[in-house]
C-alpha cells in the first residue's frame, strides 16, 4: 500500500501544475465568468447583494453542466499514462497497484476540481456578495425569468430549490454529487483508455450530450443520466415522484465508479504488452 500511495504522489507532483492543467483552470475560470459577470452587473446596478450560497443554483441550467464536464473530461482523458509507458512503475507495483494509484489520482483531480468550482464562485462573485444565513434577497429576485432575460443572465435560478431546500444542505448535497460525478467520469475514462483516448473521449462525449437533452424523453429517463443528478431542481419528489432523489444519485454514481474501476483492473491485469 506505501508503494502506490508513494506512485500516487508522483502523479500529483507530476501533473497538478503541468501545462494542460493550468489551461483547464484559466479556460474554467473565463467561462465561469462569462456565466456570472451578468449576474454580476445586474446586482451592481440594481444596488442587490446575493448570498454565498448560489453555487447550488448556479448547476440548475443544463448548459452549465454540459460545459464544466467537458472541461473536465478534457483534463481528466489526458491524466491517465500510457501503461505501455509506465512499465518501469508497473514492475515496481503490480498492475493492481499501478490502476489504483490511478485512480486515486483521477478522484482527487475531481473533488478538487468540485471545490475549485465553488471557490472560484464565490471569488467572481465577491463584489455584490452578502454573507447571509438564508438565500437573500438578490437570488429570490432572480428567480424571475423575465429579470433574467431583460439583463441578459444565461442562468436559469430555479425557484424549486429555494424554496424546498435550506441553503446549508444545497450547497453539501451539489458539492457531494459534483465530487461523486466527476469521479465517475474519471472512472470511465480510465477504463476506456485502454482502447484509447478517442474512446474514452467519445463515451464521455455521449454521456455529456446524453444529459442536456432529457427533457425530450420525460420523467422517466432522468434516472438513467448520470450527468443530470447535480441539477437539484430535478429532485422535486412532490412534483415529480419519478425524478432520482439525492440518495439514489450518489448510491449509483459510486456504484458505477466501483463498476469502471473494476472493467478497468482486470483490463489492466490481462492486457499483453
Known amino acids: 500500500m506505501g508503494k502506490i500511495f508513494l506512485y500516487y504522489r508522483i502523479l500529483l507532483r507530476r501533473n497538478m501544475m503541468s501545462l494542460r492543467m493550468l489551461a483547464v483552470l484559466l479556460v474554467t475560470a473565463l467561462v465561469m465568468d462569462a456565466f456570472l459577470r451578468p449576474v454580476r452587473e445586474f446586482c451592481g446596478m440594481a444596488g442587490l447583494d446575493v448570498s454565498q450560497w448560489g453555487f447550488s443554483l448556479f448547476w440548475?441550467?443544463?448548459?452549465?453542466?454540459?460545459?464544466?464536464?467537458?472541461?473536465?473530461?478534457?483534463?481528466?482523458?489526458?491524466?491517465?499514462?500510457?501503461?505501455?509507458?509506465?512499465?518501469?512503475?508497473?514492475?515496481?507495483?503490480?498492475?493492481?497497484?499501478?490502476?489504483?494509484?490511478?485512480?486515486?489520482?483521477?478522484?482527487?483531480?475531481?473533488?478538487?476540481?468540485?471545490?475549485?468550482?465553488?471557490?472560484?464562485?464565490?471569488?467572481?462573485?465577491?463584489?455584490?456578495?452578502?454573507?447571509?444565513?438564508?438565500?437573500?434577497?438578490?437570488?429570490?429576485?432572480?428567480?424571475?425569468?423575465?429579470?433574467?432575460?431583460?439583463?441578459?443572465?444565461?442562468?436559469?435560478?430555479?425557484?424549486?430549490?429555494?424554496?424546498?431546500?435550506?441553503?446549508?444542505?444545497?450547497?453539501?448535497?451539489?458539492?457531494?454529487?459534483?465530487g461523486l460525478t466527476f469521479g465517475f467520469l474519471a472512472s470511465?475514462?480510465?477504463?476506456?483508455?485502454?482502447?484509447?483516448?478517442?474512446?474514452?473521449?467519445?463515451?464521455a462525449s455521449l454521456l455529456i450530450f446524453w444529459s442536456i437533452s432529457m427533457e425530450i424523453f420525460g420523467d422517466r429517463i432522468y434516472r438513467f443520466s448520470p450527468l443530470s443528478w447535480i441539477r437539484l431542481n430535478r429532485h422535486y419528489q412532490l412534483a415529480h415522484p419519478l425524478w432520482p432523489t439525492t440518495g439514489y444519485a450518489a448510491l449509483m454514481l459510486i456504484l458505477f465508479t466501483l463498476l469502471f474501476f473494476c472493467l478497468a483492473k482486470r483490463k489492466a491485469v490481462r492486457i499483453e504488452v
Open 188 to 203: 470511465l475514462l480510465l477504463w476506456m483508455r485502454f482502447y484509447g483516448y478517442v474512446y474514452g473521449a467519445i463515451a
Open 60 to 178: 440548475g441550467n443544463k448548459y452549465v453542466g454540459l460545459t464544466f464536464m467537458l472541461l473536465f473530461a478534457y483534463g481528466a482523458s489526458a491524466l491517465t499514462d500510457d501503461y505501455k509507458k509506465e512499465q518501469c512503475i508497473i514492475g515496481r507495483i503490480g498492475r493492481e497497484g499501478w490502476i489504483t494509484g490511478q485512480l486515486l489520482y483521477q478522484l482527487t483531480y475531481g473533488w478538487l476540481y468540485a471545490f475549485f468550482l465553488c471557490l472560484l464562485h464565490l471569488l467572481l462573485l465577491s463584489p455584490v456578495m452578502r454573507m447571509e444565513k438564508g438565500w437573500g434577497r438578490g437570488w429570490g429576485i432572480l428567480t424571475d425569468g423575465m429579470v433574467g432575460n431583460e439583463c441578459g443572465i444565461l442562468l436559469e435560478i430555479p425557484y424549486y430549490i429555494i424554496s424546498n431546500y435550506r441553503p446549508v444542505a444545497a450547497l453539501v448535497e451539489t458539492l457531494l454529487l459534483l
